[in-house]
Nanobody, 124 residues
Framework: VQLQASGGGLVQAGNSRLLSCAPS????????VGWFRQTPGKEREFVAA????????YYADSVQGRFTISRDRTKNTVYLQMNSLKPEDTAVYYC??????????????????WGPGTLVTVSS
């Protein structure tokens, strides 16, 4: 079961965008959900993560204070609210399921169920 990211698009620098992540046809059954992003020629990098039960959140330094990750249990959806967007935030954003221990929450290899991602383009 893949996690489907949606909500990408073209946005001007300084504006906001809301991304959503939901499993295709099933409920979340993992420890948490993370958002990663990737630009051409670069490795996928950690953006934010949330623990499904506790709601504890984790952020990359580059987005701390601008992005907010949240979950809605009733809608079985995880969100990434992105504010004050910068051109360097342009990337394909992916969400994935975290099944590892807490110390691996920023480690890409501890995630699975990657979906195709959604492209966010921030124009200057």
């Amino acid at each position: 079961v893949q996690l489907q990211a949606s909500g990408g698009g073209l946005v001007q620098a300084g504006n906001s965008r809301l991304l959503s992540c939901a499993p295709s046809g099933r409920s979340f059954t993992n420890n948490g959900v993370g958002w990663f992003r990737q630009t051409p020629g670069k490795e996928r990098e950690f953006v934010a993560a949330i623990r499904w039960n506790s709601g504890d959140t984790y952020y990359a330094d580059s987005v701390q204070g601008r992005f907010t990750i949240s979950r809605d249990r009733t809608k079985n959806t995880v969100y990434l609210q992105m504010n004050s967007l910068k051109p360097e935030d342009t990337a394909v954003y992916y969400c994935a399921a975290h099944r590892g221990i807490l110390s691996t929450v920023r480690v890409e290899t501890s995630y699975s169920q990657w979906g195709p991602g959604t492209l966010v383009t921030v124009s200057s």
